[in-house]
């Protein structure tokens, strides 16, 4: 790496990465920060190993927009490519100021010394300096863009060992914002519908005034909240309201689990982005499919919380967001304030999939906190967190291919329609934070967005790294649909990955072709055919498996983001009336590894997750609402289905670190769905593969076959 | 607040007798929360479903946050922050650090509850029927189901070697 990282570049003051604190401590301020998916334990790591500090001579900060530099959002597997590497140039700067001055001190050549647990000393000598002993003398306010590219060591410290500093606090106490407690903090919660288009007109104000422990009842415009003493008061008296709302309701679509509306709607915009020239060879078999994947809901096992403190006109707020500097922004605007006046401080949350409520939350906090002149935590309940955080979008994948007469695939045309995967705060130039549309003075939200190719939106992972011939290729960006649609773990990867290794498999059945054999037929990429060949092997993936009699086998593999990870896996299943995932061998190559236990940590969540979404999970509606409004309506993945995950880390020497934490969840789709297709001799191409589809597909295929 | 409707209930919390003054109905999660300052059962669904506020009630794993307060008068409770003071819980809990079995951690310690309670059991429930408990009682969105599992095995290891 020879060129400035360009989050250091756009934050190129070192003070604001790195600070040597006393007595034998040094603090990261990394902007990136920590969603569960242990992304701050490899950034630390990285600054050690440049730093020459042992990982417990690390501590890592709180994000805070009153000293982290501003990395935008911890998201799209960037954490480690983006954060880490300026991270290491930043740390390695910051180390070769403090060699030179430790060089000065010990009367040595700057390149005979040598930096270890924090001391440097002249190589092959015993006296030493440390970075503590040093600070004093040395000023890190200093641009990176005025100092010379640093030597940097690479690597990680003890990448095989290191454990998750942040675990043992979590397993003992208070670790979470829900946790916090301010002085004079008071309880918030809001009122929300229950219909994702239902506007309030009126609820029993006095009544709900009249419970235990309210201190009051807020309303601004469609906006209703109540703060209370206490959380469980603040719950109660927000029930009344709800019981007593009185709401405006606009029909939705019908849902017909197979994403029918999208027959009804006009995309905002089709793109075809890829248009082959080259002339189609001759066609000896053609064949088409349709799949779906419905709306998935992030379902975190805590509720969106915030606290917001105003003092003389300045707003503070407390969030589990994933993008610190964007909801500063955001909140400065809804509040007509300087963004100066707002801070936001990073604080750990239940799981993060991507742009769940935890923005949202931090407006109604901040709403509620104006009302009160007082510190407020702001909790949703579990009813709004499965209905109002933001959904990942539905999708319907269309693709027909022809074979040339040797099996081999000619001809490739893709259309995928799905409504935003990207309607975050700080996309577009609307407010996306949910009270915002709803105040006395609203603010709109923006117009449809989606995520930008290369890394796509609703169109990524499109792209097969496959040779298909002639190809065409289309995405059909549809407004926002009957659910409010964002950014969700691996954005359109999981639908389109899904649709492309399942078509690929009904490909290679037409073509006669084992399902691994044809994909090799057709990738040239030497890490892609890596992963898929050491997947198959550590399955001990067997050719002439004819399935059936319940028991299949099936492969998946991309490219996360056609940019990121490369990763493979074989799962196997037995059907019966329901589909038991049994196994799951994977193979990963994230490049330069900083952390094995973290990665194998992303790779097997990431295999849990994607399975309870393609095997169990939509998020549904009715002419009444929301379908899941507890978790008995939005059933995931329990223990006892949890296959055996195996995983094998490709780490090719010389190679850059690449995202990892997204690159399971296409793959582990497609693979469940071969190995169902395996194992019946029929296919299922709508998710969730549910019982009811799979006796449905079984009772087609005996009436075909009778 | 409704004085009428208050009183003043006495348990037992991580081996310290307690008396603490709250509507009868208040969960006792809220209490432990708020009142005692012990955060480390977690806020999860309010409905007894999710299993992030399991807490041991006599040693049994309860789901703190369906259970009102005059429930739990009179009896033992252990959070996580006690649940260290006996064998089985500090294995349970060093076994999860050891296999790394969280991601964001949220929902692990009403798994670690649940875990120590069942294998606190004499005779010790099986791990086929502790596993089929966590599919009744506990749910967890990262993905870390499979580190769970090794911990479980990790932990039945440590105190079957300490009981031999």
């Given amino acids: 790496m020879s060129e400035l990282p360009s989050n250091l570049k756009a934050n190129p003051l070192l003070s604001r990465w790195i600070s ?167 309880y918030g919660r809001v009122l929300r519908p229950a219909h994702p288009r239902q506007r309030l007109e009126s609820f029993d104000v006095a009544a709900v005034q009249a419970m235990p422990g309210v201190v009051a009842v807020v309303r601004d415009g469609e906006f209703a909240g109540v703060v209370a003493e206490r959380d469980e008061l603040a719950a109660k008296a927000v029930a009344v309201a709800a019981r007593t709302a009185v709401w405006r309701t606009e029909t939705l679509p019908a849902d017909d689990g197979r994403n029918g509306w999208i027959d009804g709607v006009v995309p905002k915009s089709s793109t075809t982005f890829i248009a082959d020239e080259t002339a189609p060879g001759p066609i000896a078999r053609r064949h088409a499919a349709r799949y779906t994947r419905p709306y998935l809901a992030h379902a975190s096992i805590g509720p969106s919380c915030a606290v917001a403190e105003w003092t003389d006109g300045r707003l503070k707020v407390w969030s589990h967001t994933q993008g610190i500097y964007p909801l500063k922004r955001q909140l400065a605007r809804v509040f007509g304030l300087d963004a100066s006046a707002v801070d936001v401080t990073h604080a750990h949350g239940s799981g993060c999939y991507g742009h769940n409520g935890a923005d949202d939350v931090a407006l109604d906090a901040a709403l509620l906190a104006r009302a009160v002149c007082a510190p407020v935590m702001c909790l949703w309940s579990r009813a709004d967190e499965l209905s109002w955080s933001p959904f990942g979008a539905a999708m319907r994948m269309q693709i027909s291919a022809g074979l040339d007469p040797s099996g081999r695939i000619a001809e490739w045309s893709y259309d995928v329609w799905s409504p935003p995967h990207l309607a975050r705060p700080g996309i577009g130039d609307g407010i996306n934070l949910l009270a915002a549309r709803s105040l006395q003075s609203p603010h709109a939200s923006s117009a449809d967005t989606d995520a930008a190719r290369p ?104 490219r996360y983001k056609n940019l990121a990870a490369y990763f493979a896996c074989v799962a196997t299943v037995e059907v019966s009336d329901k589909v038991r995932l049994l196994t799951v061998h994977a193979a990963i190559d994230a490049g330069e590894v900083i952390h094995r236990d973290g990665l194998i940590n992303q790779v097997e969540g990431g295999i849990v997750q994607a399975a309870s979404w393609t095997l169990k999970e939509a998020a549904r509606w009715t002419p009444d609402g929301f379908a899941a409004r507890s978790w008995a309506d939005y059933p995931i993945l329990s223990f006892s289905e949890t296959p055996v995950i195996e995983t094998i880390v490709l780490a090719p020497a010389g190679e850059r670190p690449l995202g990892a934490g997204e690159c399971a969840a296409g793959p582990v789709a497609a693979a469940i769905a071969n190995a169902v297709a395996h194992a019946l001799g029929v296919r299922v191409r709508d998710m969730p593969l549910t019982p009811d589809r799979i006796a449905a597909a079984i009772h087609a295929l005996s009436e075909e076959t009778t | 607040m409704d004085e009428a409707n208050e009183s003043a209930v006495a348990l037992t919390v991580n081996g310290r007798a307690v008396s603490v003054t709250a509507g009868a109905d208040t969960p006792l999660l809220a209490v432990l929360r708020q009142d005692l300052h012990l955060k480390g059962s977690r806020i999860g669904c309010s409905e007894g479903y999710c299993g992030a506020c399991t807490v041991l009630l006599d040693g049994n794993p309860v789901q703190s946050c369906a259970m009102p307060l005059e429930a739990a008068a009179g009896r033992a409770v252990t959070t996580i922050e006690g649940v260290a003071s006996t064998a089985a819980g500090e294995a349970v809990r060093q076994a999860f650090i050891a296999e790394q079995a969280a991601q964001c951690g949220y929902c692990t310690n009403g798994i670690i509850m649940t875990v120590t309670g069942l294998m606190s059991r004499q005779p010790a429930t099986s791990r086929a029927d502790i596993i089929a408990v966590l599919d009744e009682r506990n749910l967890c969105r990262c993905g870390s189901h499979a580190r769970v599992l090794r911990a479980l095995d990790r932990a039945m290891a440590t105190l079957a070697g300490g009981r031999a």
């Fill in chain 1, 20 to 186: 040597i604190d006393g007595p034998a401590q040094v603090t990261v301020h990394s902007g990136k920060v920590e969603l569960g998916q242990g992304a701050t334990t490899g950034i630390a790591a990285i600054a050690a190993a440049e730093l020459g500090l042992r990982f417990d001579q690390i501590s890592i900060a709180a994000a805070s927009t009153i000293d982290a530099p501003d990395e935008g959002i911890t998201a799209g597997s960037y954490s480690i490519e983006q954060g880490g590497s300026a991270m290491r140039w930043a740390a390695a700067a910051v180390r070769e100021i403090f060699a030179g001055a430790a060089a000065r001190q010990l009367g040595a050549p700057a390149e005979e010394i040598e930096v270890a647990d924090g001391l440097f000393r002249r190589r092959g000598r015993n006296e030493t300096v440390s970075y503590w002993q040093l600070r004093d003398a040395i000023d890190l306010e200093r641009s990176a863009l005025d100092l010379p590219a640093p030597a940097l060591r690479g690597g990680s410290v003890d990448h095989e060992g290191l454990q998750r500093p942040d675990l043992p606090q979590k397993l003992s106490g208070a670790a979470f914002i829900q946790d916090m407690t301010r002085p004079g903090m008071l």
């Fill in chain 1, 455 to 558: 890394q796509g939106g609703g169109d990524r992972n499109s792209v097969p790294l496959y040779t298909l011939g002639r190809r065409t290729l289309t995405h059909h960006l549809l407004h926002q649909g009957p659910l409010r649609s964002s950014a969700m773990r691996t954005l359109g990867g999981h639908g389109n990955i899904f649709a492309i290794e399942s078509f690929m498999d009904e490909l290679a059945l037409l073509a006669g072709r084992d399902p691994v054999a044809f994909r090799l037929d057709h990738l040239d990429d030497q890490r892609g055919r890596a992963v898929i060949e050491a997947a198959s092997a550590a399955a001990s993936w067997d050719a002439s498996d004819p399935g059936g009699e319940g028991r299949g086998r099936g492969i998946g593999f991309a």
